[in-house]
């Protein structure tokens, strides 16, 4: 199986950026599309980014366009979503997870997830 473990999130004010990461184990992640996902208090876990398994195709959810950049590493197996321009609204648990399917907005999907990292933009 696969295993992500996302890291980075922290407390940060509006207007500043904040790098995460997802670390995955196994040796088959560079056949996989990887996404981020984020879930505020009382919503649905919602779709921010994805990337196929080259890294040559990327989506982004209308929201954070202009303003995040999701990457790989396939050599380090890494996942990486650069947040620029924060507002309060990208205030979430973030979580990366992993498709055999091809870079896709749908959660379902996703058959592995991190345990995601908190970010917290405040006013």
């Known amino acids: 199986q696969v295993q992500l473990v996302e890291s980075g999130g922290g407390l940060v004010q509006a207007g500043a950026s904040l790098g995460l990461s997802c670390a995955a184990s196994g040796r088959t992640f560079s056949l996989y599309a990887m996404g981020w996902f984020r879930q505020a208090p009382g919503k649905e876990r919602e779709f921010v980014a994805t990337?196929?398994?080259?890294?040559?195709?990327?989506d982004y959810v209308d929201s954070v366009k202009g303003r995040f950049t999701i990457s790989r590493d396939n050599a380090k197996n890494t996942l990486h979503l650069q947040m620029s321009s924060l507002k309060p609204e990208d205030t979430a648990v973030y979580f990366c997870?992993?498709?055999?399917?091809?870079?896709?907005?749908?959660?379902?999907?996703?058959?592995?997830w991190g345990q995601g990292t908190q970010v917290t933009v405040s006013s």
């Open positions: 997870a992993s498709t055999p399917a091809g870079a896709t907005r749908e959660k379902r999907a996703y058959r592995y």
């Open positions: 990337i196929s398994a080259t890294g040559h195709y990327t």
